[in-house]
C-alpha cells in the first residue's frame, strides 16, 4: 500500500470542493465507509480535472479500477 496524499488534497484550493469533501468524509469518518468516499473523490477529480484515472487512484491509493 502507497501513502495517500488525501489529508493534503483536502486543503488545496485547486481540488474541487465537492471532491475535497469526499476525501474529509474519507480521511475523518468511519474506516467502513473510507472506500466509498475514496471512490466518489476519484470520479469528481476524474471528471473536473486533466487527470488520468490510474494518477487520480494512485494519489489515493485505490486498486486500479474505473473513475467512470
Known amino acids: 500500500m502507497g ?3 488525501a489529508p493534503l ?3 488545496d484550493e485547486a481540488v474541487p470542493a465537492e471532491a ?3 476525501l474529509k468524509v474519507a480521511t475523518s469518518g468511519p474506516v467502513e465507509r473510507r472506500a466509498e468516499a475514496l471512490e466518489s473523490a476519484a470520479r469528481v477529480l476524474y471528471r473536473e480535472t486533466d487527470l488520468e484515472c490510474g ?3 494512485e494519489l489515493v491509493v485505490l486498486p486500479a479500477g474505473s473513475c467512470a
Do not use: D, F, G, K
Open 20 to 22: 475535497r469533501a469526499a
Open 9 to 11: 488534497l483536502i486543503h
Open 3 to 5: 501513502l495517500s496524499i
Open 55 to 57: 494518477e487520480i487512484r
